[in-house]
């Protein structure tokens, strides 16, 4: 029997690296699946792939009505709401601060911050209900960013929009200690995904020549993969990792250690 067997997990962003990862990892486990990204023919696509029950809902997650019909979708089609991975983020533009258009300063605080924060208001008060009746808990995942713990140059506004999910993080986490919910971040660095490839592209250098200079702070040398930080969200997400909560967890190849 999977970890997550029975469970129902929801998952933003689903369509991207990070998000089609956990998707698999969790459905591998026993999860049944409420999918959500802004493409809802990636999202059928991604759903036809899974050994899962899965229910498909694509939409803006700067939209507030988004999180709060995604809850409802879970409940409506599976009882209950048990683990949710806000994972849905852009980033922005690899340049300094004063360089950054307002335009996309805006939409990156409101998909990435305010996106989280929607998600977060709307799965909280399910799963402290579901508590109350049956004293089974749930738990959110939140995907920040080593961005989030640090100083990032030329990724600024992203920087700070990833700042603020482990601030919402942290508090809300207080807030729920004792209602049976566990809040946790998860704070990858660099990693394999559509974001990095995108970058190596518009460097304009060989792939090698611009991963090394992604990676140039990096103690261990090289980008995540996809599997590494997965493996982080459903350690996090793990309903036998009881007493972890308001923790930014570290995926970084040993960035923070310096």
Avoid at 215 to 226: F, N, S
Avoid at 246 to 252: N, R, T
């Amino acid at each position: 029997m999977g970890r997550f067997e029975g469970a129902t997990v929801l998952i933003t962003g689903a369509t991207g690296g990070l998000g089609r990862g956990a998707a698999k990892g969790f459905a591998t486990d026993g999860a049944r699946l409420v999918l959500s990204d802004i493409d809802e023919r990636a999202l059928a696509d991604l759903a036809g792939t899974l050994q899962a029950e899965a229910a498909i809902l694509a939409g803006n997650i700067a939209d507030e009505k988004l999180s709060e019909d995604l809850v409802r979708l879970a409940v409506e089609k599976f009882g209950r709401l048990d683990v949710a991975i806000n994972n849905a983020g852009i980033v922005q533009s690899f340049v300094r601060l004063p360089q950054v258009a307002s335009d996309e300063a805006r939409r990156v605080l409101e998909v990435d911050l305010l996106g989280v924060f929607y998600a977060t208001k709307h799965q909280i008060p399910q799963m402290e209900r579901q508590f109350n009746a049956t004293g089974k808990g749930g738990a959110i995942v939140n995907i920040a960013s080593a961005a989030g713990l640090s100083g990032a140059p030329k990724l600024s506004v992203y920087a700070a929009a990833k700042h603020g999910v482990i601030g919402l993080t942290r508090s809300a986490a207080v807030e729920y200690a004792t209602k049976g919910l566990r809040i946790n971040a998860i704070c990858p660095a660099h990693t394999r995904t559509a974001m990095v490839d995108s970058f190596v592209r518009n460097s304009g250098a060989p792939e090698a020549e611009a991963l090394a200079e992604l990676t140039r702070g990096v103690p261990m040398k090289r980008v995540a993969e996809v599997d590494e930080v997965t493996t982080a969200i459903l350690f996090a997400a793990d309903p036998a990792n009881s007493f972890m909560t308001g923790h930014a967890l570290a995926i970084d190849g040993g960035i923070s250690a310096i």
